[in-house]
């Protein structure tokens, strides 16, 4: 089974099954196919995180490829020379909002352990795509011509729209030489061959040459690592559920299930206004729990235990009405809880992909990548969009130097 968000890495991935690729090699192909397809939205410019379910040892086991911050990065990047917070969205399309790329660390780590093809084999699908070129989706056509400052990047503007500033029509055929020819390095070099040498230095061009310069450096690259991390698993209705931990999304997951269990779903017809009702109300208390407490555990503690405590959970799932909207979420106060600034705004964007894969053996694979906003900072190189990952951190006035 192959599910990603566009047919051609559905078809990349399988075809990489069918030629005896474990689940994690079909998740590599399909990646660098998405990178070429849906570059709004992923690539090896931003970050991922994988579970993969190995079934001879029925195991689970999780990877972190987030994007880290630049080690010259300190509290007052996004403030200006008055002490002022700097305007959101000119810090999305800058040099200052980009991390160090963690997906090819990541998705290399995960093939020294799963995969079963060499390594440069999963490359060729997304490299003899990009030489041969794909007609442009509507999806895409319609998020290049909404989004303004991509156009003010001169590599972007040549590669995504036509002379007059209009963007490629849907069904043109988009050809990347470029990505395709940073993908044949990669295929043959592997991880090291973005991280270090020519690729990294064309990206560290990129970031401090730009109009708001960012702070990446050659040494930040150099030195990234992805980690393998122990994956969150609670059970729900005679199931064990895993996550990736903090700081992915995984504890808001696991929250959710666990405050829908308090309801007999088997009477609750699935796409009905009550489902929706009941789904919603447990979204908003999940969500205002992950506004105030969940963190990159390397920087500050998170309550993770304390937020997925069977008992905590059964306190707040009491305060859904079954028959009314109590409003806005607000946090509940976990065990291990500590003293938190303000919660955050985190607006959904059109810039994340997800893969689900499973292979003849059984072995999974569920991955989230990402290069944060809808075509990342707008700096194409390489051909490929650099991410826009540090302006996660907080924006909100009063709190931008806040421990």
């Known amino acids: 089974m192959v599910v990603t968000a566009n047919p051609h890495a559905s078809r990349a991935a399988l075809d990489i099954l069918r030629a005896g690729g474990s689940?994690?090699?079909?998740?590599?192909?399909?990646?660098?196919?998405?990178?070429?397809?849906?570059?709004?939205?992923?690539?090896?410019?931003?970050?991922?995180?994988?579970?993969?379910?190995r079934a001879d040892q029925r195991r689970v086991q999780a990877y972190d490829g987030r994007e880290t911050a630049p080690a010259a990065v300190g509290a007052n990047l996004f403030v200006d020379p008055q002490g002022r917070p700097e305007d959101f969205r000119s810090m999305v399309a800058s040099g200052r909002a980009v991390g160090v790329p963690g997906l090819l660390r990541a998705l290399e780590l995960a093939h020294r352990a799963h995969g079963h093809l060499p390594w440069a084999r999963l490359f060729?699908?997304?490299?003899?795509?990009?030489?041969?070129?794909?007609?442009?989706?509507?999806?895409?056509?319609?998020?290049l011509a909404r989004d303004e400052a991509l156009r003010l990047d001169p590599a972007a503007r040549q590669f995504f729209y036509l002379p007059d500033g209009q963007p490629l029509p849907v069904g043109a055929t988009l050809r990347n030489p470029a990505l395709a020819a940073t993908l044949g390095r990669v295929a043959a070099g592997g991880a090291?061959?973005?991280?270090?040498?020519?690729?990294a230095a064309a990206v560290v061009a990129a970031v401090g040459g730009h109009a708001r310069p960012g702070r990446l450096s050659p040494a930040d690259l150099a030195n990234y690592r992805a980690l393998e991390v122990a994956p969150l698993c609670r059970p729900y209705r005679g199931l064990r559920v895993c996550a990736?931990?903090?700081?992915?999304?995984?504890?808001?997951?696991?929250?959710?299930?666990?405050?829908?269990?308090?309801?007999?779903?088997?009477?609750?017809?699935?796409?009905?206004?009550?489902?929706?009702?009941?789904f919603s109300e447990a979204g908003r208390l999940a969500y205002a729990d992950r506004e105030r407490y969940l963190a990159d555990p390397a920087a500050a503690p998170v309550p993770v235990a304390g937020l997925l405590a069977r008992d905590y959970l059964a306190e707040r799932a009491a305060t859904i009405a079954l028959d009314a909207s109590r409003g806005p979420g607000r946090p509940g106060l976990p065990a291990g809880a500590f003293p938190a600034g303000a919660a955050g705004a985190s607006p959904?964007?059109?810039?994340?992909?997800?893969?689900?894969?499973?292979?003849?053996?059984?072995?999974?694979?569920?991955?989230?990548?990402?290069?944060?906003?809808?075509?990342?900072?707008?700096?194409?190189?390489?051909?490929?969009?650099?991410?826009?990952?540090?302006?996660?951190?907080?924006?909100?006035a009063g709190v931008v130097n806040a421990p």
């Open 23 to 53: 689940a994690v090699d079909a998740a590599i192909a399909a990646q660098m196919v998405l990178n070429l397809v849906e570059p709004q939205s992923s690539g090896i410019g931003g970050g991922a995180f994988l579970v993969v379910y």
């Open 124 to 143: 060729q699908p997304a490299i003899d795509l990009a030489e041969a070129g794909f007609p442009v989706s509507a999806r895409l056509h319609q998020l």
């Open 192 to 199: 090291d061959a973005f991280y270090r040498g020519p690729l």
């Open 244 to 278: 990736p931990p903090p700081p992915a999304g995984g504890v808001t997951l696991l929250q959710l299930l666990g405050l829908l269990e308090r309801f007999d779903l088997a009477q609750v017809r699935p796409g009905s206004a009550f489902f929706a009702h009941l």
């Open 348 to 396: 959904e964007r059109p810039s994340t992909s997800h893969l689900s894969i499973v292979d003849p053996a059984g072995n999974g694979v569920a991955m989230t990548s990402s290069i944060e906003d809808a075509f990342g900072s707008r700096i194409l190189v390489e051909g490929f969009l650099l991410n826009n990952q540090l302006t996660d951190f907080s924006f909100s």
